[in-house]
């Protein structure tokens, strides 16, 4: 019992600390990546294939720039993409889950069928698929990723409406006249929205993912300098330029670590709070 | 069993519809000339204008969309220009190298996912168990194109123990020796993959036997004094590894989405790969053939997935 607790206070102060500290850093550098950065990121400023040293910390690139400069002002790129994508994934999710799950009879078999063909397709060729029609523009990717990551919002928020629509003050609603719309907007969605905040980060980390396959197959935006890019570049000096992979991929690899451990504390504590009001 | 078979039926059906639906609507929405968009950029005037005729592109919506239909039935998904050849015979060509791919990663990683999983559950609470969800939650972080690449530097480029990338040796030697020499390419990529598949495996399995060993049965069981060995994995191992089963229908998109970008890495000459160059070649037509295909395959997969599941669980069928 008592290396149960010990495990879990470790688990709970190391770990979530860690991801909030973490992700505060990263959130710092997209924010101020423009003044923080070493050197410009476009601009060749060294020896190209240059390894990793006190100049260059993480060396530069085939072009001769700077690893570090872009690695930071990918940053932003990358959160802005994932964030947005993610609210994408929100708000079709949670008014499919939300119209089938208050609706029911056949608006709920016809969209819960519609989940389901969004849940077997294979999302990666899904968005390439669109995303080599549509051009891979910051907004149609936005778009295109949040498009189809939401069933997992929209299974979360039928789930609740389920529930909800037998509750007293829901009925109370109905019989005071309210129209079904405004019962869905006003009493459905604000009551349902805390498992599907607690999946947000989940989502968030998906979206990074998919966003960094995508970029690193060359779907991504132009203009902007992104980590799968980045690492897809590099291979033209794989292996012997290996920082060029190696500190893209880190920075992806500690991102996501950053918001799992964010979101596990998030839930953590969303469940205490549950509990503790019960 | 038959309604239960014609439910998970009704369930196919329509996706297969609907993967067909996105494919035309995206080329009959796409910007710029549609048959240029089913034919590709880079055809030849005479292809575009057979292709305009064969599909009908001058008549409405509803007409171009049977005509469409029409021609995928007879398995006719257009041509590729870049690579000179039909896109159907040139995806059934790769599919072999892709299929065994992620058979080989989904297995080994749902094996070594549930095994480890259910190892972790047997030390719950102890730092055993935190440290293997540690490390799950970090293979679940990677990115499985970099950590293929990772794989590559380390195993091939300074142990030199595996081959970089390809599926044969050339020449491509004979009889048992091109099965060893295949095993031999195969290791890396399928190492790559099967980490990929590992975390959604062992989470499931390592929560799902924590709550098993919680059940009243198990107590019982242990009441009843049989020994923690048997109750083990006689009462609570083989309960908690149905829902597991059903996770292996739907991490097959996710799988084969994981060998796309892994052969990539590899130059594995899978489906993946030539994916990848079509996006690279802006060959649409290929890249839509692709897409088709494997959603197909993943609808397929599934399909007999569920159609399992409904034969080892009566309660699934009967619902």
């Known amino acids: ?278 | 069993m038959y309604l239960y078979i014609t439910r998970r039926l009704a369930v196919a059906i329509p996706t297969i519809l609907f993967i067909v639906l996105l494919n035309f609507c995206l080329t009959f929405f796409a910007p710029g000339d549609q048959a240029f968009a089913i034919a590709g950029e880079n055809a030849t005037p005479e292809y575009v204008e057979y292709v305009r005729k064969e599909y009908k592109l001058d008549a409405p919506f509803h007409e171009q969309l049977l005509a469409y239909m029409t021609n995928l039935a007879k398995g006719n998904l257009g041509f590729s220009f870049t690579y000179r050849q039909p896109v159907l015979d040139l995806i059934l060509s790769r599919m072999p190298a892709t299929v065994l791919l992620v058979i080989a990663g989904l297995l080994l990683g749902a094996a070594f996912g549930i095994a480890t999983g259910a190892f972790s559950a047997r030390f719950y609470p102890s730092r055993v168990d935190v440290g293997l969800n540690l490390i799950s939650l970090v293979l679940f972080c990677l990115p499985i194109f970099w950590l293929g690449l990772v794989m590559v530097l380390i195993f091939s480029v300074f142990l030199n123990w595996t081959p970089a990338g390809g599926m044969h040796s050339l020449p491509i030697p004979e009889g048992f020796g091109r099965v060893l020499d295949l095993g031999y390419h195969m290791i890396l990529p399928t190492i790559t993959l099967m980490l990929h598949t590992f975390p959604t495996y062992f989470k499931l399995t390592r929560n799902s036997v924590i709550e098993a060993l919680n059940e009243d049965y198990v107590v019982t069981a242990r009441a009843i004094g049989l020994g923690e060995k048997v109750v083990f994995f006689r009462h609570c191992l083989r309960n908690a590894l149905l829902p597991n089963l059903t996770v292996i229908g739907l991490t097959i998109g996710s799988v084969f989405s994981g060998a796309l970008l892994t052969e990539t890495v590899f130059s594995w000459p899978g489906v993946g790969s030539l994916m990848y160059d079509a996006v690279l070649q802006r060959d649409l037509p290929l890249v839509m053939g692709i897409f088709t295909i494997s959603a197909l395959c993943v609808v397929f997969f599934v399909l007999v997935t569920d159609l399992l599941y409904g034969f080892v669980d009566p309660r699934i069928r009967h619902d």
């Open chain 1, 1 to 278: 019992m008592t290396s149960s607790t010990v495990v879990n206070g470790l688990r709970k102060n190391v770990f979530g600390n860690t991801g909030v500290l973490l992700f505060a850093v990263f959130i710092f550098i997209a924010i101020f990546s423009d003044v923080l950065v070493p050197y410009s990121p476009e601009r060749l400023v060294g020896i190209p294939d240059s390894p990793p040293s006190a100049q260059f910390l993480m060396g530069t690139d085939n072009l001769g720039r700077d690893v570090l400069s872009r690695v930071m002002d990918g940053t932003r790129y990358t959160l802005v993409l994932a964030i947005g994508a993610t609210l994408v994934s929100l708000i079709i999710g949670v008014f499919v889950g939300g119209i089938a799950g208050y609706s029911g009879g056949w608006i709920d078999t016809v969209l819960s069928r519609l989940i389901e063909i969004f849940v077997t397709i294979p999302r990666l060729f899904l968005v390439i698929l669109l995303s080599a029609f549509l051009g891979a523009h910051t907004w149609i990717l936005m778009l295109v990723i949040g498009g189809t990551m939401w069933p997992i919002n929209a299974r979360l928020m039928r789930a609740q409406a389920l529930t909800l629509r037998k509750r007293a003050f829901v009925n109370a609603a109905e019989v005071a006249g309210v129209g079904k719309p405004a019962i869905l907007m006003r009493h459905i969605l604000p009551n349902s929205a805390g498992p599907i905040i607690a999946n947000a980060g989940l989502q968030i980390a998906y979206a990074i993912l998919l966003e960094a396959g995508l970029s690193f197959l060359g779907l991504s935006d132009p203009t902007q300098i992104s980590w799968g890019r980045m690492i897809q570049d590099g291979r033209a000096g794989f292996p012997y330029a290996w920082w060029q992979q190696l500190f893209p991929g880190l920075a992806i690899v500690f991102l996501l670590l950053a918001v799992h451990l964010l979101s596990e504390t998030i839930t953590r504590m969303h469940s205490v709070h549950d509990t503790q009001s019960e």
